[in-house]
């Protein structure tokens, strides 16, 4: 029997310390999310501006997220992710945030943390606040992603990566990333992160990576 939204239970820990609380705006955005892409179809037709990647299933959690910019505001905002339920409300909610009321200004969308979707949702179980960073750091790469293909790298954000192009703005992260999507040469690296396209000199230190990457993660 399917059970109403109103007659879900909270989930209690082990030990019965602690109650883990999830407000009826959290359960309304798991059980109901926005914005969410369901088929490759969906995402195939939606041309987006901004694509964002964070997190590998293959540790557990994964967010996607793709953006539509007009007029430098977002839009449209659709995602998907392996997340637990916690995850998905939080993005859920973001995605509504960045596009209600003519969608939100790229600059200010940047500013957004954990603590505003966390807000928004009416609170959630402190076990489960770091799950709410997938979205907003999602929602950053894409919005550098849109950056990068527009050509406005002065106003692309780096947090938490060295800068590898000084003119790309190209991090470590994103060599890792490219060689865990599966670019394993230079030349697809650089297809799918443009590095070493304007500043040659970072391209010895691209492929020092790139092997220790490869060694990392596949043996190779």
């Not at 359960?27 to 987006?48: C, G, L, R, Y």
């Not at 865990?180 to 040469?185: C, I, N, S």
Request: net charge neutral; aromatic share 8%.
């Amino acid at each position: 029997m399917k059970l109403k939204l109103e007659e879900t239970p909270n989930v209690k820990s082990k030990n019965q310390a602690e109650s883990w609380f999830y407000s009826d705006e959290v359960k309304e955005h798991f059980f109901h999310p926005k914005n969410i892409f369901t088929s490759e179809e969906e995402i195939k037709k939606f041309n987006a501006d901004g694509v964002g990647k964070v997190g590998s299933p293959a540790c557990g959690d994964m967010m996607e997220m793709w953006i539509k910019v007009k007029d430098d505001r977002i839009v449209e905002c659709r995602w998907r992710t392996f997340g637990c339920a916690s995850a998905i409300a939080s993005t859920s909610i973001l995605s509504v945030m960045v596009t209600e009321n003519g969608g939100m200004k790229l600059d200010d969308a940047l500013k957004i943390r954990p603590q505003d979707i966390i807000k928004r949702l009416g609170g959630l179980p402190k076990r489960k606040i770091h799950c709410s960073v997938l979205g907003d750091k999602a929602l950053r790469a894409a919005i550098n992603d849109y950056f990068k293909k527009t050509k406005q790298y002065d106003r692309i954000v780096v947090e938490g990566a060295k800068v590898i192009d000084k003119i790309t703005k190209v991090t470590d992260k994103d060599i890792e990333e490219a060689v865990l999507d599966g670019a394993v040469t230079f030349e697809e690296v650089q297809e799918k992160t443009k590095v070493g396209i304007h500043d040659k000199s970072c391209i010895p230190e691209v492929k020092e990576l790139i092997e220790h990457y490869k060694k990392k993660y596949y043996g190779e």
